[in-house]
């Protein structure tokens, strides 16, 4: 099928390249012309996992194509998939304008009828909006559009096996035609007939996906349900962090044994700074503002909200309580990216983190192996290192502030020696707290006892 993506952000880029790389043809867009020549130039405007070989491949095959003429990419598409930001505003709600835009785009330049994807996360009843839209800015008499919700469950850092190898794919429709054609779309998925083009030792040993059909409604409600849900079990292993040091436990026992009971399961059960990225924080206020407006009192999620707001507040006492005054200390920070494998720091806890230790006059010198060039352009004067040892160099105190696996594999021996002050704030538990202190580190982590 002939398919055109509008948007190349994390999710359209990754959604492009992925059934490019399943058979179909693609030509993505993005109102961003800067981002279309980095990607015509061979070239990627995030970092992905495995994205940039499939981009290189299908772009090689002709198979994916990139244009800054949107009108051209909606004309080539039967299917057109909206990929575009939905970020909060001030009042939580998603800004949908982009949305409306694109709805604008599509009834203006289509030529014929066309299948309307949408797959950014939308509040409920979007598409219904997106259908009137698209009805009253059409143009072109006997150009018809079928609308459909099709919500992503991408992770950042895996992204490219989530598509390709999903446990689920949503689709909520409101006939069976716009059904069958979803089916068509992600039949080579489906039934797992592609050319897998990653490692046999990468390629994950799980059951063929069920398609789930739903009304449009339903669909949209999936995504944040589930995003929500996700935030609330990271907030509660953070709760339970709390009480675990103040009751002398370790949460990481706790929230272990917990997991292995197959209605609750481990995944997102883990304290440590609390989440970050763009999905999680601006879906649970979409979805807070959501529900106000239905009438529903959903003040469970506020308390979600109030618990991650408050990891960093307790983060920072206990590096004051280590370093007593952090005016003029050297700080080394490993990690920057919201989370390992990417190079996002959207929401990211180490902004946060930067700003308020810059603000008691602390200084920082930080490493990350992706997120550094990102982060540069928020905090141009801040030290940035070559790698790990250069920041633990004459540090007073090491921060650990992302998960990257390279962290855990540290020769610690040299960090001792390089530091001033051989003091460890591990803000995600990666490092094992006998053998650290076995080493002669002081060493603080999250609900784990000292």
Known sequence: MKIAVIGCGYVGLVTGACLAEIGHHVVCTDNDEAKIHTLNAGKLPIYEAELDGIVARTRADGRLTFTANAGEAVRTGEAVFICVGTPPLETGDADLSAIDNVARL??????????????????VQTGQQLKRALAVYGRHGGVEFQVVSNPEFLREGTAVLDFLY?????????NGEAEKKLREIYRPILDRSFKCPLPDAMRPKVPLPTLIVTTINSAELIKHASNSFLALKISYANALADLCERLNANVEEVTRAMGMDPRIGPQFLKAGLGFGGFCLPKDVQAFIRLAEKAGVDFTLLKEVERINKRRIDHYLEITRHALWVLKDKQIGMLGLAFKANTDDIRFAPAMDLIKRLLAEGAKIAAYDPEAMERTRALYPNLRYTK?????????????????????????????????????????RNLLDPAKMRGMGFEYHSVGRPE
């Open 387 to 427: 790698d790990e040892y250069a920041a633990a160099e004459g540090a007073e105190a090491l921060m650990i502030v992302t998960e990257w696996t390279q962290f855990k594999q540290l020769d610690w021996e040299r960090v001792y020696k390089a530091m001033a002050r051989p003091l460890i704030l591990d803000g």
């Open 166 to 174: 999903p446990d689920r794919i949503v689709v909520g429709v409101d």
């Open 106 to 123: 599509i009834a203006t330049e289509a030529r014929s009828s066309k299948l309307v994807i949408e797959k950014s996360t939308v509040p």
